[in-house]
């Protein structure tokens, strides 16, 4: 990923989207004017941060990638498998966020598909043959659940996009060494994603060590399955870097929330 700044808002570009010209980021916390524990890029209104200023960080993440917030389309994260299908007569929607769905997927161009993380995964798809694109939020429910898989077999089963062609970017999210899970998280997504995205004790081990998940690997698994070849992995823990990014686990849920976005031109 490249990181750029742009009216002090801080965010990174996936190297194989920016060389296609994919308008499209993952923000990071900085550059807003949200404060305390929601310094300062937050974009969730649901956080408990005041509407106005989410409201302004949003349209500073618009006006970033040359976009407004009439042609902007979210949707309620669940930590479901459900794939929202997005067409221009969503865009009456915008500033409605009431929909549940952990993915979005679009061929209309001019529409600015946004999520919000905090620890969960960011992946963005472009396929260039059929021209859709993609979004979804997967933290380890979206694993177990397979949102990965759906978004890819939706994009397939909507605009006939080959695997082959499909685009796929991790973004940032929490960390393997950060991501202490129990035994039966561990034991679902390894069931999910295959054995190793799940770091399990050693001998070394302390006593009373629990098992650890690799989201990254987990997501890069669950996409080589469905058939996609061109992965790109930020490999950047959330939960490791809180002066740059919102992190659920590590400021014990008290924090905001950054936004990726992709558009199709």
Request: aromatic residues 8%.
């Amino acid at each position: 990923m490249k990181r750029l700044t742009c009216n002090t808002v801080t965010y990174y570009e996936f190297e194989q989207l920016q060389e296609r010209g994919m308008r499209h980021g993952v923000f990071t916390r900085l550059g807003g004017v949200s404060e305390g524990a929601y310094a300062s890029l937050n974009m969730s209104r649901s956080t408990g941060d005041n509407i106005e200023p989410v409201l302004e960080n949003q349209r500073r993440m618009y006006a970033v990638l040359d976009a407004t917030p009439d042609i902007t389309i979210t949707s309620w994260l669940v930590h479901g498998n459900t794939v929202r299908v997005v067409t221009p007569a969503d865009a009456k929607f915008f500033d409605k966020d009431d929909f549940q769905a952990d993915a979005m997927v679009t061929q209309a161009p001019g529409l600015l598909l946004t999520l919000r993380y905090a620890d969960c995964v960011p992946v963005l798809f472009y396929d260039p043959v059929k021209k859709a694109v993609g979004i979804a939020h997967s933290g380890w429910q979206g694993i177990v659940r397979r949102v990965l898989s759906a978004t890819v077999k939706t994009m397939m089963r909507e605009y006939g996009s080959n695997p082959l062609d499909i685009r796929a970017c991790v973004g940032p999210s929490i960390g393997p060494t950060k991501f202490e899970v129990g035994s039966d998280v561990a034991r679902w997504v390894q069931a999910a994603a295959k054995a190793n995205a799940v770091i399990l004790p050693n001998g070394n081990s302390h006593p009373g060590d629990k098992p650890h998940v690799n989201l990254w690997q987990a997501a890069e698994n669950q996409l080589r399955e469905v058939g996609i070849e061109h992965i790109e992995v930020a490999g950047i823990c959330t939960a490791s870097n809180t002066d740059e990014w919102f992190s659920h686990r590590e400021e014990k849920g008290n924090t905001g929330r950054f936004g990726a976005a992709i558009m199709l031109e």
